[in-house]
Each structure stands twice: as structure tokens, then as C-alpha cells.
């Protein structure tokens, strides 16, 4: 049981590049969802999907499209990344029932943007 | 719209003392949950407790407890007996109650160093 995996781990970019994060989970959760984190803040939330076959934009979704190809797999796309979307990248997943819904984080994603 | 403040930057506490993390949260929305999570220098967010609004009692979970005041809208983390593997980021973060979102908003953290 791994958990909720993110590959790749670091990846610098050039400006106007593009790529994909990716992000998979094992524990059969309904719930994904993609934050990002700033130097000396919180996480923000980017986009989440209740369920498969759906999203939906967070607080900060401009520069982003996510994928949420089937239940396991919740991806984040940059089309041309800026150097404003430097920063380290989490996605979590929770499965939306229970007393808590607590959330399991993935490892990150360090990304820079030169 | 919900917002969690986290007011003390940063924290030093000597090695088995305890010490209190604050986090004050403002919501119109009478059903919610509070989380903390710890942010070690690996990066890696970990679950340390969770409390939820209409809970009658204050959450422990072994050195963590969870001082929930409903009324002043604050949900201070205490840590008892500090460790040095204490030392990290802490973040409060509240859940949204809508159904099908339940996503977290973060406060800014509190960088905790624990002293020999």
C-alpha cells in the first residue's frame, strides 16, 4: 500500500514549457485534489475532483487543467509554465465518507520555473 | 469564506517542555473540522490530529492534544514533552463542509525549533 504517489519528484522548467505531474493513489479514495505551496506559506488549493469523471477549480486555478483519467489517477498540467509557478506541488486524496475525511499527501513535486 | 490564522511565526522550546501552537479560524458554517499537520525538513505533510465542531471533547492523540475553544474560534496544538524530531513546520487547516469538496484551507504555519 503506497499511498498516494507524485512523480516526478524535481523538475525545473524553462518559461512557456509545458508538462504534466502526476499523481496516483491506492486506497480507493473518491476524493483528489492538488495544492500548491509558496515559500513560508500554506498550501493553496489549485483543483479538486469528487469523484471520477469530475473537477472542479480551487482558489488559485489560473495557468492550470487537471485530468482525473479514472479514480486512481488525478493529473496537473501546466501549458506554459511561468516563474510564478515555482513552488512545491501536493496532491492528496481523501475518501469523502467518514467521521474525519482526513486527507493523505503525496511527497510533492519541487518545481522551479526559470 | 474561511480563514485560518496562524500568528506566531516561529517558536523555540527546550527539549521535554510543552508548548502551544496557536490557530484562531473564522467560518459562518456551524459543521467543520480542524486538522493540524506537521511539515518535517523533508518536506512531506503528516496528519497529527483532527477535531471536529460539534465534538464535546478536546482530541488527543498521544503528545498532541487539541485545546478547542468553539467560542473565542480557536483551536491551539499542545505539544507535551517535546523531542528534538519535534522540530518542524506546523500548519492548522480547516475543512469545508461542503459535500463533494472537503478540501483544506492552510494557515501560513509556525516553525517550531525544539532545544537541547
Known amino acids: 500500500n503506497a499511498g498516494v504517489t507524485q512523480t516526478p519528484k524535481f523538475q525545473v522548467l524553462k518559461t512557456g514549457q509545458s508538462m504534466t505531474l502526476q499523481c496516483a493513489q491506492d486506497?480507493?479514495?473518491?476524493?483528489m485534489y492538488w495544492y500548491r505551496q509558496d515559500p513560508g506559506m500554506g498550501l493553496r488549493l489549485i483543483y479538486y475532483?469528487?469523484?471520477?469523471?469530475?473537477?472542479d477549480k480551487g482558489e488559485v486555478p489560473n495557468g492550470y487543467n487537471v485530468s482525473r483519467l479514472n479514480k486512481r489517477e488525478f493529473s496537473l498540467r501546466l501549458e506554459s509554465a511561468a516563474p510564478s509557478q515555482t513552488s512545491v506541488y501536493f496532491c492528496?486524496?481523501?475518501?469523502?465518507?467518514?467521521?474525519?475525511?482526513?486527507?493523505?499527501f503525496g511527497p510533492g513535486t519541487r518545481l522551479t520555473v526559470t | 469564506a474561511q480563514k485560518i490564522t496562524q500568528t506566531q511565526p516561529g517558536m523555540f522550546v527546550q527539549e521535554k517542555e510543552a508548548v502551544t501552537l496557536d490557530c484562531t479560524y473564522d467560518?459562518?458554517?456551524?459543521?467543520?473540522?480542524l486538522f493540524w499537520y506537521k511539515q518535517p525538513s523533508s518536506g512531506e505533510m503528516i496528519f497529527l490530529i483532527y477535531?471536529?465542531?460539534?465534538?464535546?471533547q478536546n482530541a488527543t492523540e498521544g503528545r498532541y492534544s487539541l485545546n478547542f475553544q468553539k467560542a473565542r474560534k480557536s483551536a491551539n496544538l499542545v505539544i507535551s514533552a517535546s523531542q528534538l524530531g519535534d522540530s518542524a513546520m506546523y500548519f492548522c487547516?480547516?475543512?469545508?463542509?461542503?459535500?463533494?469538496?472537503?478540501?483544506?484551507?492552510f494557515g501560513s504555519g509556525t516553525r517550531l525549533q525544539v532545544q537541547p
Open positions: 487547516a480547516m475543512r469545508e463542509p461542503r459535500a463533494g469538496r472537503r478540501a483544506l484551507t
Open positions: 492528496a486524496s481523501s475518501d469523502g465518507t467518514g467521521k474525519t475525511y482526513e486527507q493523505y
Open positions: 475532483s469528487a469523484s471520477e469523471g469530475t473537477t
Open positions: 477535531q471536529g465542531s460539534y465534538d464535546e
Open positions: 467560518t459562518s458554517d456551524q459543521s467543520y473540522g
Open positions: 486506497m480507493n479514495h473518491n476524493s
